[in-house]
């Protein structure tokens, strides 16, 4: 019953976020990329005041895997690095908590592009 309620909770976190991600797109005319930033922004904000990692520790991948948990994790991972390593790791640490995503997005990115015809929208 306690996974149940862990992908409960993840929906509800996750769902959340994205639908503030949709109400910001119905009413702004901000560009989709502006959003991403500013969720990114906010997700790393968030953890410099230590608001985000309470959140993800309660809801798991719902607040994790949403763009917002990717700026809270370089935070963190720069944040660790900086106590280690002084200025030098505040550059380095977020860009070392997160490679396997980056990694990872950067290769099926890669895959997906072979296997399908990329091309630009119509506008």
């Known amino acids: 019953m306690e996974l149940f309620w ?4 993840a929906f509800l976190v996750g769902g959340a976020i994205c639908m503030i991600g949709q109400i910001i797109i119905d009413y702004t005319h901000l560009t989709n990329g502006r959003i991403l930033v500013i969720f990114l922004i906010a997700g ?3 953890q410099a005041f230590n608001l985000y990692k309470p959140l993800i520790d309660w809801a ?3 607040a994790s895997v949403p ?4 700026g809270s994790a370089l935070v963190t991972g720069a944040v660790e690095a900086a106590k280690q390593n002084g200025i030098i790791g505040a550059f380095t640490g977020g860009l070392k908590a997160t490679a396997t995503g980056i990694t990872t ?3 099926f990115g890669y895959l997906v592009a072979l ?3 990329p091309r630009t929208k119509p506008m």
């Open 115 to 117: 296997i399908f015809k």
């Open 6 to 9: 862990s992908f409960v909770k």
């Open 60 to 62: 798991g991948a719902g």
């Open 105 to 107: 997005a950067i290769v």
């Open 44 to 46: 790393a904000i968030l």
């Open 67 to 70: 763009i917002s948990g990717f």
